[in-house]
């Protein structure tokens, strides 16, 4: 059974810095894997998603890469902004499973 | 602008009364789903729809229905089955339901079992 871990739970950093989001999973047969950000009470909004044949996705300052072999992911955020502040979320495609696994987030806060 | 609507936002339910969450897409996706999002738990799998009038039950699909007689709708009905239905809901769609598909969310409802 794919499990999904995202730690830590909760990240708080001044803005400006660079910071590193991380996802692992227990099943390297993946698809795919897809970051989301979540505000509060809000639904998902897709960030990235790669597959499984790709090492990395960029798009703005964010920067999401995949080791398929090691069970990891990592999202990259840089030169952070109080507006990044959400929860982020990945979610791995598992081929054997045919499903969506998610994690359970991080939480950043980014503060002046 | 294209995207997905569920409403309502918010719902208040008595015990033992059935509700219904609806939600639209304008995307053309063929693919629906339905997740429950608990506090420190990650998204569970409700139901899903890879075509219209057909659908699969997910990992918690016990106390709840669905259908999809349209392309763009797939409302959920919490039945008074559930046992412990209060929740924030998220309905998503993609344009097919393989691994290839990015998957796209509402806003989300918050059911309240009062």
């Known amino acids: 059974k794919q499990e999904v871990t995202q730690i830590p739970a909760a990240l708080s950093v001044p803005e400006g810095e660079n910071l590193v989001l991380n996802c692992s999973f227990t099943?390297?047969?993946?698809?795919?894997l897809q970051w989301f950000r979540q505000d509060p009470g809000k639904g998902l909004t897709s960030l990235l998603l790669i597959q499984s044949s790709q090492r990395e996705q960029t798009s703005g300052r964010l920067n999401a890469s995949l080791d398929k072999s090691s069970g990891r992911s990592t999202l990259y955020i840089a030169a952070s902004q109080p507006g990044d502040s959400a929860t982020y979320l990945c979610a791995v495609y598992t081929g054997t499973a045919s499903k969506l696994t998610f994690g359970t987030g991080t939480r950043l806060q980014v503060t002046l | 602008d294209g995207g997905i609507t569920q409403s309502p936002k918010y719902l208040f339910r008595k015990e033992g009364q059935n509700v219904t969450l609806s939600c639209e897409q304008n995307l053309n996706h063929d693919a629906m789903y339905w997740y429950r999002q608990d506090p420190g738990q990650g998204l569970r799998l409700i139901y899903y729809?890879?075509?219209?009038?057909?659908?699969q039950k997910g990992d918690i699909a016990e106390g709840y229905s669905v259908s999809r007689e349209k392309k763009e709708s797939f409302p959920l009905t919490v039945t008074s089955a559930q046992k412990n239905p209060t929740a924030f809901y998220l309905c998503?769609?993609?344009?097919?339901?393989?691994?290839?598909?990015?998957?796209?969310f509402g806003e989300g409802s918050r059911l309240t079992v009062l």
């Open positions: 729809s890879q075509i219209v009038n057909d659908f």
């Open positions: 998503a769609s993609s344009i097919s339901s393989g691994p290839t598909g990015e998957l796209f």
């Open positions: 099943d390297s047969a993946i698809y795919n």
